[in-house]
């Protein structure tokens, strides 16, 4: 476990566990070892911060490229702290610059640890579960590891768009993990990358009871790499 991620356990994590008592459900669906896709649905930017407060493993965020680019004291350090956190840079911009994201997490993956992907590929706006993309049955498929699904319930109540830090007293915070998803030996062709995918949202809503939209949700600045090629 990278250092200042060690770090974060023994500092973040016992705050937010004390601010807001999590209730988390299905820990035992978190493999001991070896690597894994987390797939879950995404409110709020304090989701990466109760998943990683709740998960005894490291887990492995993508981080914008832009983060580790930065120039200056405030780029330097942006640049220092994601990089000890063991993230994974993703580029924005799309194309052969996005895939390697891809790149960076399959060899992570085949070395057993754990990374995350949102599906949706951005926030939800509106509290509701949109059609994801089919990055993290791809990535499953590349590195021979199963996909656990992850739902997210509060939030975006504790820590809503444009708030700077999660608010204590303002939501209950869940989280849920389903059963591993095993797509060995399934073909990795558009038709079928969809419809895993389309399985993992399945999954998804059904942790979370969320609404679900059959479409992509509205794009924020910057496309995603994950979406569909």
Known sequence: MPLLYTIGKLTVAPTLRLAFRPTVEGLEHVPDTGGAVFAGNHLSVADELFLGTVVPRHLAFWAKSEYFKGTGVKGAISKFVLTGLGAIPVERAGGRAALSAFDAAIPALKGGDLVVVYPEGTR??????????????????????????????????????????????????????????DF??????????????????????????????????????????????
Do not use: C, N, W
Request: glycine letters at 10%; aromatic letters at 4%; charged letters at 25%.
């Open 124 to 181: 939800s706006p509106d509290g509701k579960l949109y059609r994801g993309r089919t990055g993290a049955a791809r990535l499953a498929l590349s590195a021979g590891v199963p996909v656990i699904p992850v739902g997210m319930i509060g939030t975006d109540k504790a820590q809503p768009i444009g708030a700077r830090v999660p608010r204590p007293g303002t939501a209950k915070i869940t989280v849920r993990f389903g059963k591993p998803l």
């Open 184 to 229: 060995t030996g399934r073909p990795d062709d558009r038709t079928s990358l969809r419809q895993m995918t389309d399985e993992i949202m399945s999954e998804i809503q059904k942790l979370t009871g969320q609404e679900y939209v059959p479409r992509y949700a509205p794009p924020r600045a910057h496309p995603d790499p994950t979406r569909d090629a």
